[in-house]
């Protein structure tokens, strides 16, 4: 017994995060004693796919957090069975009455019962991947330790498509990826199936995403291309069982790229050809495919407008294609014109709303959760409430482009929780943003939410640790927007480190406060876009010309000696006037206006006073220093959790909170050595200047900052 | 005990490559029978950093081997003990009588000895990373399960510098990998130091590789800023402890783009300055720094001729800032001009034979095993034999550029034991390569010898099991490069498969004849640079045009009507005579020259006859087919394997030797289709006609294809 013990010992790798919040390591024997009399056998259903998933998984799971695997029993023989099916696939279940239908078509029900004399638990669901879902759910009941008995779960996604984007691009670079190379790799296939995808999908099915796209927004039209369409194939046959479909992103102008056409507008009958018989051709190979997601006519990509139409004949030219075979057209709302706006917040509001009710009924509208582009924050998008007849999903961003990349510690559930939670007051008070997204609001059928992945081939996926929270609390929150991300971060807490409360309440309490970390010491009262040009890589409220002058800090902070903040009220952009009348008046008044998007709205002198009778300048300093002090206090928390985990994780946690509080110190410092240049005025007594005079912090250049396109070394000839 | 034994099952994460040959699985019954007294305990010697990882790889390895790690002693106590260190560490091995001199600074003696009545093993060395090397040398013979009585085992490097060139970017993009993106995450260096550079140090050290050289030689001038410095100190301050130096190319122009002169001139007072202090400010940071590795004047690179300088007045610019410290240069061969040549295979002969003797004496030239560019099949350098005065480095290419990417079954063990052997016949018969690299043949002090990595973020490190052993070769013949390739090959398959001699045996098998199975589909009867433009996947022997003939298969294959093959004999490009006399007239003379570089040398009609009493067109159709069946017989032989080793690897070989067959066959099918266009003649009766004809080979376009830098989407509009 000793050497087949230890002939294990090899096998037993460090933690490296490669399991996520799958782990299953064995539970404390007060918590084996408790759960093991309720799990004593598991009882299948007839096989099918994703049923021989779910057993697999349970046992696993089971074998891991139980020490001892359940036998797999053809029927009902003992006390503590674990019964789980459809009632297709069971006869138990069929005979049981669960009224599974309210829970809808991947929902699941996870009762204590008793059946035929035996106490046991059942996992039921009209469809298979129902029960998969539901198997993931009573493994996280063991995974958090929580009681087995008296069951009576019924939940139901309350969004149809909860879709991760990959903004992947086919030669594996990933755009604002921060976490290594695409995972897709699809010079090897559709040959080679990296067991790694396996990995993914039953990661995105424990958390029910049951969607993605694997290619960049902005697309090439190689991913169409025949070749291309049997590697996703392939993609989408690994996929399927776990109920995860496969989309696809798709360039405009493709017709002319590969079809050899010589034009790609959307009225022109060739051209809607094209696109039919390149959507059968897709599903020929993928019955199950689920549309396209595209991004036209915004920042640079060809789109309908490059032939005088309009984004609906765009979108239809699709959504008409995928019509017979049930697809989707995902069309995204994050387009700006080439022209230079008044205020770019404001332009696909101006786009879209004009276009209500003129799309297809398979179309629905992708919204960033702000109008301008995912920033540590932003008040919520002005077409939520604003567009009653066209479904619209809302679209995050899980990798931190604006947020610090992979090293910084911030959770994005509040930020995801306080867009959701947002009243667009459209229907009169309690109008929220989730209950748009969920479709509630203004009858939608069709509803949907996707995250930008940030996802890559770093071992921990993520890039780091914590930012694995970041692709758990979407998938959640998706599954249902009303959730609490506190109660998501206890969960995933529990499930990726540990259940000792000791570390579970100061972890929760680190993250719960990371993203207000993150917004004062990066973009403090409302400030936004102000970093680095390009690689978004620190701070550059200094940046400035260039080809467009939206693309720079300047534009959105408006500093001068006269104060700071983009004005939008009716003085200014008027900007405001896009929401409902109360919320429009909310935000045009400056006492009414929440300080945390201040100088979002307006624009103020830096003697400003705010609430707390301090001057804007002052509130300004002391809110970066506040967010430095944050990070310092996580390290400090953090410090004091040494020995509760595992040493590789510890340490990898450890290096980024001091990579991250160095990192935060230059914002703040940067920041307010640049705007003191306008405010000319003493930071408050107490807080230290900047360590470095504003000509360091302008001559800083990064050219191989992840994330972007490799840059010409312009800036190689300040630096030593 | 069974709950614990169970504990561990979810850490026993699949076979997935990452242990390499370093597996330390448990070996069989009888060997633990026979092992276990001979190791019963660890003697170290006194602490260094290298000595404790000596101490924590025998602990691991033999823990892992034997099921029981030994316990440490301080002292010896009883029978089986295993001494190691050197006389200065322990002075049980103070005492001993091991001529340890004679083995070099980095050898090591491994000896069965009586100890103070102990029958003991002893592992010694002069240095600390002698006694690493021997104690990796030690695990070996337990992994290939080798007799441990009567040691006698004396063992040191015949060559000093064996270095690992990484062409890796700064963006973590690679030149020519197909293993994934960089392993090297400079973005988060100093700060975080990814746990898989231990692993890669530890490789290293376990093969005897003692240098590497993170950077590409088309190199970045970043990579000498001070930031990156200090990213590179913290690198070398992980491979320190494992005896590797670390070494950096050096961008020639790097005074005009980081340092603010006008000038790169090598001859330029404030140049020579500047690269002074650069080269203090690395010693400062890295006091064991090994030194440049230097492309210039090559492909566009920027060089001494762009000041009408020479390579050598280039390399000693480098060299006079190095000496001091203790720095060498290597400065690489591999240099053509910017003009069209008469032959390209030339240039490095004609521009460096002129210089031999103008380099100071830690200069050493870098000359790749041909003198072409890495082919499957080229003879060997000419530079080899050629300069008497210059200590010349071997440098071979471990990434499968030429050689099928990571998806071929390419062992290079064959090759690099080819070139090796190789005589040059400069000092009279039996003046081979190896002789020349290790310096014996003109008595070079310095002797390096180069591979290309193929390392990359992929799990399996090398894109694939078998890519491991070019990995192993390359270090265990450049600490030996006498060995035998068949008998490293053997070792490596025991280390990282299974001591299974039905395994062993028809694996080593494949391994051997792999290497010329690519020579005849890709490249056969002296063929060579057939491959597709840029990306270089797949066969393009139609390439012609572009900004350069010497970058066309065109050049290289002189195909028309009349024959095929380059003249390089003295009627042609007279290539020959950069050979000493007796090699260049076998070359010279069409029938003295081997077969397998016929069409190297000499133009020749398509009804020549050869050996075989076939013509030159029958023969060429002939092997390329002889090229797909070999591949086809592999995979006849791995699947026969199945079950001899675990479920993951076995499936990747397997699904690899599948795209290996598909792309053998393409380039058969392609080659032919396009040859006979010239030739004219009908294929042999039996062989069968390509798949498809010359238009469609001609039309495949693969713009993602890996390892070069992203396309423009050229080819596109051929495609659906």
């Not at 009224?99 to 019962?113: A, F, H, K, Q």
Request: glycine content about 10%; aromatic content about 12%.
């Amino acid at each position: 017994m000793l050497v087949s013990l230890l002939a294990m010992a090899p096998c037993a790798h460090a933690e490296d995060g490669y399991d996520l919040w799958l782990r299953y390591r064995l539970l404390p024997a007060r918590w084996l004693a408790t759960y093991r009399p309720v799990v004593t056998e598991l009882v299948p259903g007839a096989h099918s796919p994703t049923l021989d998933i779910a057993q697999s998984e349970l046992s696993r799971g089971l074998g891991g957090l139980l020490g001892t695997t359940p036998p797999i029993a053809t029927q009902l023989t003992h006390d503590g069975g674990v019964i789980f099916g459809t009632p297709q696939s069971s006869p138990v279940i069929a005979r049981l009455a669960l009224d599974l239908p309210s829970v809808g078509t991947e929902g699941y029900v996870i009762r204590s019962l008793t059946v035929e004399g035996h106490p046991v638990t059942v996992i039921a669901a009209t469809r298979d991947v129902g029960v998969l879902y539901g198997a993931f759910q009573f493994l996280r009941l063991l995974q958090t330790e929580r009681p087995l008995e008296h069951l009576d779960i019924r939940s139901g996604p309350r969004v149809q498509r909860r879709i991760l984007d990959h903004w992947d691009n086919l030669d594996r670079t990933v755009e604002r990826g921060y976490a290594g190379e695409s995972i897709w790799d699809w010079h090897k296939l559709p040959d080679y199936l990296d067991p790694r995808y396996v990995d993914y999908a039953r990661a995105c099915a424990s958390v029910g995403i049951n969607g993605m796209v694997p290619n960049n927004v902005n697309s090439s039209a190689f991913s169409l291309t025949t070749p291309y369409l049997y590697k996703l194939a392939a993609l989408a046959d690994v996929m399927r069982p776990y109920g995860l479909r496969v989309y696809l992103t798709a360039r405009f102008s493709a017709p002319i790229e590969i079809g050899g056409l010589k034009t790609a507008d959307p009225l022109d009958p060739q051209v809607r050809q094209w696109w039919q018989v390149k959507v059968e051709e897709i599903y020929g190979l993928i019955p199950d495919f689920g549309g396209f997601l595209i991004k036209a006519n915004s920042e640079g990509q060809p789109g309908p407008q490059d032939y005088g139409r309009s984004h609906a004949d765009g979108a239809n030219l699709f959504a008409d294609a995928l019509k017979p075979h049930g697809g989707i057209v995902m069309w995204r709302a994050f387009v700006y014109s080439q022209q230079q706006p008044d205020d770019r917040a404001k332009q696909a509001y101006d786009e879209f709303v004009p276009l209500d009710g003129k799309f297809h009924d398979n179309v629905i509208l992708q919204v960033k959760n702000g109008p301008l582009d995912f920033q540590p924050r932003e008040p919520f998008h002005p077409l939520f409430g604003a567009m009653t007849r066209t479904p619209l999903m809302l679209e995050v961003q899980i990798t931190k482009e604006y947020l610090g990349f992979a090293t910084h510690l911030v959770y994005l559930g509040p930020l995801f929780e306080e867009v959701l939670r947002s009243d667009t007051q459209a229907g009169g008070k309690g109008s929220t943003v989730a209950k748009v997204v969920d479709g509630s609001l203004f009858q939608q059928p069709l509803t949907g939410m996707a995250g930008v992945a940030n996802i890559g081939s770093d071992r921990n996926w993520s890039g780091s640790e914590f930012d694995q929270a970041n692709w758990y609390v979407f998938g959640r929150l998706a599954w249902d927007p009303m959730r609490s991300s506190r109660d998501i971060a206890e969960e995933w807490t529990r499930m990726t480190f540990s259940n000792d409360p000791d570390f579970v309440t100061p972890v929760v309490g680190m993250m719960m406060g990371s993203r207000a970390a993150a917004v004062d010491y990066m973009t403090p009262l409302g400030l936004h876009h102000q970093m680095a040009r390009d690689s978004h890589y620190g701070p550059g409220p200094w940046v400035s010309g260039g080809s467009r002058a939206d693309w720079t800090s300047v534009y959105f902070n408006r500093a001068d000696a006269g104060g700071i903040g983009f004005d939008r009220t009716g003085q200014g952009s008027n900007a405001v006037s896009q929401y409902a009348p109360p919320v429009a008046a909310e935000f045009d008044n400056l006492k009414r206006t929440p300080e945390n998007l201040l100088l979002w709205f307006h624009h103020l002198p830096w003697d400003y006073k705010l609430a707390s009778g301090r001057t804007l300048w002052d509130e300004l300093v002391i809110h970066y220093t506040h967010g430095v002090q944050a990070v310092s206090d996580m390290r400090h928390t953090w410090a004091g959790l040494a020995g509760k985990i595992d040493a590789q994780r510890y340490r990898e946690v450890s290096t980024f909170l001091g990579i991250q509080q160095k990192e935060a110190q230059w914002w703040r410092d940067a920041s307010i050595a640049y705007f003191q240049t306008f405010s000319q005025r003493p930071l408050p007594a107490g807080y230290a200047p900047p360590e470095h005079g504003l000509k360091y912090y302008e001559g800083l250049c990064f050219p191989y900052a992840p994330g972007h396109a490799p840059l010409p070394e312009s800036c190689s000839s300040t630096r030593q």
